[in-house]
């Protein structure tokens, strides 16, 4: 299973990514499933980082995990944004497919805490952000047994 991004939405998420570094950025990927289940892409929503280092470093040590440095280390989507989301996707027939979002100055690959916070029916996109310029973007799922399986990242080059 992979997930098709128009060239837009991926423009759209590394503009997202290379404005707020070097916070991490997150954002919604919303759209619909096919009838086989396979994703379907229609807009990426871009949401404030709301994290909170103050109110959120219990749910880090839950983790198991030292968080350090604030938004650029972690990020936290604020309920009012994903209801929001979910009211858009559901007036269209939509759903929440996924979230992406950037690990500045740092490889696109999971963290534990990532791990941690995310849940198995949602798709994730992390793109590294070096020094300010986007690096690579990498999908990823849970599976089974919550360990993150890496699915394949396919930007559509022409628009179809
Ligand atoms: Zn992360």
């Given at each position: 299973?992979?997930?098709?991004?128009?060239?837009?939405?991926?423009?759209?998420?590394?503009?997202?990514?290379?404005?707020?570094?070097?916070?991490?950025?997150?954002?919604?990927?919303?759209?619909?499933?096919?009838?086989?289940?396979?994703?379907?892409?229609?807009?990426?929503?871009?949401?404030?980082?709301?994290?909170?280092?103050?109110?959120?470093?219990?749910?880090?040590?839950?983790?198991?995990?030292?968080?350090?440095?604030?938004?650029?280390?972690?990020?936290?989507?604020?309920?009012?944004?994903?209801?929001?989301?979910?009211?858009?996707?559901?007036?269209?027939?939509?759903?929440?497919?996924?979230?992406?979002?950037?690990?500045?100055?740092?490889?696109?690959?999971p963290s534990d805490f990532d791990r941690?916070?995310?849940?198995?029916?949602?798709?994730?996109?992390?793109?590294?952000?070096?020094?300010?310029?986007?690096?690579?973007?990498?999908?990823?799922?849970?599976?089974?047994?919550?360990?993150?399986?890496?699915?394949?990242?396919?930007?559509?080059?022409?628009?179809?």
């Amino acid at each position: 299973m992979s997930l098709h991004f128009k060239p837009w939405h991926w423009q759209q998420i590394c503009i997202h990514a290379e404005l707020v570094y070097p916070e991490e950025c997150c954002g919604l990927l919303l759209g619909q499933r096919d009838t086989m289940g396979n994703p379907q892409l229609e807009v990426v929503w871009p949401t404030h980082n709301t994290w909170d280092n103050v109110q959120q470093v219990d749910l880090a040590a839950i983790a198991g995990e030292e968080r350090t440095g604030a938004r650029s280390r972690n990020f936290a989507i604020a309920p009012v944004d994903l209801l929001q989301a979910q009211r858009i996707a559901r007036g269209q027939s939509w759903d929440i497919l996924g979230i992406y979002h950037s690990h500045p100055d740092y490889p696109a690959q999971p963290s534990d805490f990532d791990r941690a916070i995310a849940w198995e029916q949602y798709l994730y996109l992390i793109v590294s952000v070096r020094d300010g310029q986007i690096e690579r973007g990498r999908m990823w799922q849970l599976d089974l047994t919550r360990t993150f399986q890496e699915l394949d990242l396919n930007i559509i080059q022409s628009p179809t």
